[in-house]
């Protein structure tokens, strides 16, 4: 029986097939941590994660990867910054440790990978001048 899935761009749904018969992966992307999270970002969580179940028990625990990254720079978390003195990388820490502790509470399986802005600041400014070279 095939995993169809809403596609909000077609507004259709869609057979889920993926692009690689030996891997699925998925990115989900995560909270701006500059304060707790609020109900939309664990609504977002709560729905992946399921997703995320579903995948596995469908092509097995070792071959779904499952990627939420974590925003670690932003004008927010700048302000936080400056308003309270901490250090950026002392309050993106702390409300990713939260983060991770209240999604645990709600029993969801962490993900496979967590990335975050400032690990791949390089690869974004790359993408962007790229984007700039192809008008």
């Keep these: 029986m095939p995993l169809s ?9 869609r ?8 891997r699925v992966t998925m990115y989900v992307c995560g909270p701006t941590v500059y304060d707790h999270a609020h109900i939309g970002n664990f609504r977002a ?23 939420r990254n974590f925003t670690d720079i932003d004008d927010k978390i700048i302000k936080r910054a400056r308003d309270t ?14 983060y991770d502790e209240e999604l645990a509470a709600f029993n969801a399986l962490p993900p496979t990978l967590k990335p975050t802005a400032t690990g ?16």
């Design 5 to 13: 899935l809403y596609d909000s761009l077609t507004r259709e749904k």
């Design 45 to 67: 969580a709560i729905v992946f994660d399921l997703l995320f179940r579903l995948l596995r028990r469908r092509y097995g625990d070792a071959h779904v990867v499952y990627a």
């Design 85 to 98: 003195g901490a250090p950026i990388a002392e309050i993106t820490a702390k409300y990713s440790r939260i």
């Design 15 to 22: 057979d889920f097939a993926p692009a690689d018969d030996t």
């Design 120 to 135: 791949h600041i390089g690869a974004m400014i790359a993408l962007c001048d790229k984007l700039i070279e192809g008008g």
